[in-house]
């Protein structure tokens, strides 16, 4: 496929939790902007500021019903990497 989305990141929520085997974890969910509205993806990348941008693509997904369509957080770009190619 190889298209991909690039987001900007306007709000960062985290959640620190144990799983059942007993390890911690931190579940990250972002709030990004997509055509001036505020969607939101949970990850559980947790070096994410506001302002950084979220690369994302469609993958596929295994589930009980079937595969699904998903949506992927390829990686987080910082602010500072994408501002200074563009200026």
Do not use: H
Not at 23 to 41: A, F, Q, S
Not at 63 to 80: C, N, R
């Amino acid at each position: 496929m190889g298209d991909c989305i690039l987001l900007k990141v306007i709000g960062v929520t985290t959640y620190n939790g144990t799983s059942r085997s007993g390890r911690p974890y931190v579940l990250t969910t972002l709030e990004l902007d997509y055509n001036d509205e505020k969607v939101r993806l949970k990850t559980f990348e947790s070096d994410v500021k506001i302002g950084d941008y979220a690369q994302l693509s469609i993958g596929v997904r295994k589930s009980v019903y079937g595969k699904e369509l998903a949506v992927v957080l390829d990686k987080v770009v910082p602010a500072e990497e994408i501002e200074s190619n563009w200026k």
